[in-house]
């Protein structure tokens, strides 16, 4: 499942919800990955664009790869402005066996980076400024030009 | 007509143009001085599907998206 949040994550809650929601499931693993903002540059924070639709079907493509392994993939993610030690992210892999598990995340995190419809604005000084140099073109890219 | 929407950081509305193919949106795009830094780094997705080809056909209510870099998380 994907969710989406205005502002901060609540993490504890998040990860105490997605445990019971798989207490019976029989999974042996649960690997969760949570993304906090931290103090560099001088930044009050991060905010973040989300476009949905694609946000949706490229999920959807990682889930299904963790179905094929026995695995289920949770994501939870902010819209808008999470400020300094607030948590934007959040990506958990349930699997039968911790293996699959460890290196599911692993891959699901490096794609989400590279992939994911998202894009990042450092907050700075009252100015939303995009983080080009931290951002990575989707494969692909540059067809246009 | 084709619409074509700017997401994330480029600064552009939305664009109502008669063209059959990306080859068309890339010439008009190339005229825009503004867009010039976003052609060679951003992605393009035709009714959310990204594509891989400037000939990729497009119909009348078809909807490009330009997507540029991206850093989740």
Request: hydrophobic share 40%; with cysteine; aromatic share 12%.
């Amino acid at each position: 499942m994907l969710y989406l949040y205005d502002g901060a994550l609540d993490v504890p809650r998040i990860l105490k919800e997605w445990y019971e929601q798989e207490t019976s499931s029989n999974y042996g693993a649960y690997i969760p990955f949570v993304g906090t903002v931290r103090s560099e540059g001088g930044i009050d924070g991060l905010s973040f664009d989300i476009y949905e639709p694609i946000l949706n079907s490229w999920f959807d493509a990682w889930s299904e790869k963790a179905k094929a392994k026995g695995a289920i993939i949770k994501m939870a993610h902010s819209r808008g402005d999470v400020m300094l030690h607030e948590s934007s992210y959040i990506a958990a892999v349930f699997s039968p066996k911790r293996r699959v598990a460890l290196e599911f995340i692993d891959e699901f995190v490096e794609d989400f980076k590279a992939s994911a419809p998202i894009w990042k604005y450092d907050l700075k000084g009252g100015k939303r400024i995009y983080a080009l140099d931290r951002s990575t073109a989707i494969k692909g890219s540059g067809i246009l030009q | 007509m084709v619409r074509v929407e700017f997401l994330g950081p480029i600064q552009k509305e939305p664009l109502e143009l008669y063209i059959t193919n990306l080859n068309e949106l890339a010439e008009i795009l190339k005229k825009d001085a503004t867009m010039q830094e976003w052609l060679e780094n951003s992605a393009v997705a035709v009714n959310d599907t990204l594509v891989s080809s400037r000939d990729f056909p497009l119909k009348d209510g078809d909807r490009v998206a330009l997507l540029p870099p991206v850093c989740g998380g």
